[in-house]
């Protein structure tokens, strides 16, 4: 899928922060805390970035 190369790309460069973050907007977590000493943490920009990937895919998600 095209569509999803973009997320793909954006969890290898930003690794689990982006998973849970995906998580839990889904409602499957209720937070995105992560207890790996040293784990990236999503700043601003790569939220703004993240909502602009999902809202691409958002025709694709159906749950």
């Known amino acids: 899928m ?3 190369r973009p997320l793909i790309n954006l969890a290898c460069l930003l690794g689990l922060a ?3 973050e995906v998580l839990v907007r889904r409602g499957v977590f209720g937070s ?3 207890r790996v000493p040293g784990s990236v943490r999503l ?3 790569d ?3 993240l909502e ?3 809202a691409d895919l958002q025709p694709l998600l159906r749950v």
């Open 18 to 20: 982006v998973c849970k």
């Open 43 to 45: 700043d601003a920009e």
């Open 2 to 4: 095209p569509g999803t």
């Open 52 to 54: 602009q990937v999902l």
């Open 32 to 34: 995105t805390a992560i």
């Open 47 to 49: 939220r703004r970035e």
